[in-house]
């Protein structure tokens, strides 16, 4: 059974920095292409960054720049390291696979399983 679960939320002030992981098991970790979205109150669920299982990588231009998408197939861990917060970064940041034989994925629909989240607060 697949599980995805997230860690290395909370409340940090503009301008700092936070580490999201994505434990996840129950799947071939190394073969799948993962991404992270996140959704703010009233907002729907926006595509951050994914990497590919080959290591590419893809970013929203809105953290282009500020966050870093990396995985470490030995830990079966997907990592987004967030620079340079601002408040409007505020949200529950979700992981999830990628569907089977997708190339790319920005699209919720693209992906098959998701975590439950973690919050992500910037104070201004």
């Known amino acids: 059974q697949v599980h995805l679960v997230e860690s290395g939320g909370g409340l940090v002030q503009a301008g700092g920095s936070l580490r999201l992981s994505c434990a996840a098991s129950?799947?071939?970790?190394?073969?799948?292409?993962m991404g992270w979205f996140r959704q703010a109150p009233g907002k729907e669920r926006e595509f951050v960054a994914s990497?590919?299982?080959?290591?590419?990588?893809y970013y929203a231009d809105s953290v282009k720049g500020r966050f870093t998408i990396s995985r470490d197939n030995a830990k079966n861990t997907v990592y987004l390291q967030t620079n340079s917060l601002k408040p409007e970064d505020t949200a529950v940041y979700y992981c999830?696979?990628?569907?089977?034989?997708?190339?790319?994925?920005?699209?919720?629909?693209?992906?098959?399983?998701w975590g439950q989240g973690t919050q992500v607060t910037v104070s201004s």
């Open positions: 129950g799947f071939t970790f190394s073969s799948a292409s």
């Open positions: 990497i590919s299982w080959s290591g590419s990588t």
């Open positions: 999830a696979k990628v569907r089977p034989r997708l190339q790319v994925a920005f699209s919720t629909h693209d992906y098959d399983y």
